[in-house]
């Protein structure tokens, strides 16, 4: 089945740097693609939508000037983190839509913010 | 988007079957249902979809009445490996731009 891929798996930055997750398909083209953050015990909430070619559409409270996406090609797109505080440590996870609508999910990325 | 509304938690005991059940009252003709499991540290897993009466495949059974209000995963025989969070998600399925809402999900506990 398709996959959907997120590397690196987990990082650990300092206060203020800036840190890029990437979101790849592997086997099928993704014309969206969707970030998710989850924190400890809770759901996922979905963060933005990345449009190839196009402008991220972000969800309520989300700051896409912190969160910037760009999602370059039909199989990537990267989430950065800038300016990295411990606040933002959390658990990232990408999501693609295969080409029946079924929503495949990256493994997860997990920042630790110093 | 239709909300959907499952038990915070549930336990259960190895070899048990296990029936969770989750809420989607408004949910809409041209959304389906799917189910996903997650373990910690990791992204979603997809284990089954339907949109109405009966689907089963090797892993799970889910149930949807006429009325589509409500749907139950049904997991046979659950395992130590079966505790995970388990999510209902309802949402179409046709232009692959909109993103599927997480619910609270439900955490279960499988015991020896």
């Known amino acids: 089945g398709a996959v959907v891929s997120q590397h690196p798996s987990w990082v650990i930055c300092k206060s203020g740097t800036s840190v890029k997750i990437e979101c790849r398909s592997l086997?099928?083209?993704?014309?969206?693609m969707f970030w998710y953050r989850q924190f400890p015990k809770q759901s996922l909430m979905l963060m933005a939508t990345?449009?190839?070619?196009?402008?991220?559409?972000?969800e309520q409270g989300v700051e896409k000037d912190k969160f910037l996406i760009n999602h370059a090609s039909l199989t990537l797109s990267t989430l950065t983190v800038t300016s990295a505080h411990p606040e933002d440590s959390s658990f990232y996870i990408c999501?693609?839509?295969?080409?029946?609508?079924?929503?495949?999910f990256g493994e997860g990325s997990r920042l630790t913010v110093l | 988007l239709a909300k959907t509304t499952q038990p915070i938690s549930m336990d259960s005991y190895e070899g048990q079957e296990v029936n969770i059940t989750c809420s989607h009252n408004?949910?809409?003709?041209?959304?389906?249902i799917t189910w996903y499991q997650q373990f910690p540290s990791q992204g979603p897993r997809f284990i089954i979809q339907?949109?109405?009466t009966k689907v089963t495949n090797e892993v799970a059974s889910l149930f949807i009445p006429a009325d589509r209000k409500s749907s139950t995963l049904s997991l046979p025989r659950v395992s130590l490996s079966d505790t995970a969070v388990y999510y209902c998600?309802?949402?179409?399925?046709?232009?692959?731009?909109?993103?599927?809402?997480f619910g609270s999900g439900t955490r279960l506990q499988v015991q020896p």
């Open positions: 999501s693609a839509r295969g080409m029946a609508g079924e929503l495949f």
């Open positions: 086997d099928f083209q993704a014309t969206t």
């Open positions: 990345s449009n190839e070619g196009s402008k991220a559409t972000y």
């Open positions: 408004n949910i809409a003709t041209n959304d389906y």
């Open positions: 339907g949109y109405k």
């Open positions: 998600l309802v949402g179409d399925m046709d232009t692959g731009r909109r993103a599927l809402t």
